[in-house]
């Protein structure tokens, strides 16, 4: 029998509440979260859980970060990009935010660290776009296409993986303040 299983997340910035609910399915069925996984999550198999997750966002944590959360009963399970922390806790624990106005800054920080990367990433690669649309001369427009076509391929990358976030918190933030 296997002893760990990835399952793919939605996307925090997307489904943030579903992914961690099915988290919270898999740990009743003994699937417990170990860690964050390529576009997912990394489970392994123990005692089955009955246990809610929540998301927390901060950079640069601090001891009295997690010693907050443990006070209010929550554990913390694991982070990546040391700014996306998962904390568990026992079902039906206070959770880690109570009010519109928490969770709204909440989305409000990551939808911010999101545009600082995502707009000028969209700025660069409309530069490219003209750069590649201005070069008519036959040795510019090779040595210019071929580099501006790679750099725009990774621009599109990094502008996925921060402009639809940031869209999504945009639109979770238009839904709470509704």
Not at 7 to 28: N, P, Q, V, W
Not at 64 to 93: L, M, Q, R
Not at 115 to 121: E, G, H, L, Q
Request: hydrophobic letters at 40%; one cysteine or more.
């Amino acid at each position: 029998m296997r002893k760990t299983k990835y399952i793919g997340s939605g996307g925090l910035a997307f489904d943030e509440e579903k992914d961690m609910e099915r988290l919270s399915k898999y740990a009743s069925k003994g699937w417990i979260l170990e860690k964050f996984a390529f576009l997912g999550f990394k489970l392994r198999k123990g005692p089955s859980e009955s246990v809610d997750y929540s998301v927390a966002y901060e950079s640069d944590p601090d001891e009295d970060y997690f010693a907050y959360f443990e006070a209010a009963g929550w554990k913390h399970v694991c982070s990546t990009g040391n700014y996306i922390h998962i904390f568990s806790a026992p079902k039906n624990t206070t959770p880690i935010y109570t009010d519109k106005a928490s969770i709204v800054d909440k989305y409000e920080k990551e939808k911010r660290k999101m545009a600082d990367i995502a707009f000028p990433t969209l700025i660069f690669m409309a530069i490219l776009f003209i750069l590649d649309s201005l070069s008519n001369l036959s040795w510019v427009s090779d040595v210019v296409g071929t580099i501006s076509l790679g750099l725009a391929c990774l621009t599109l990358i990094v502008l996925v993986f921060t402009g639809l976030p940031y869209f999504g918190y945009q639109y979770k933030i238009y839904k709470l303040r509704k």
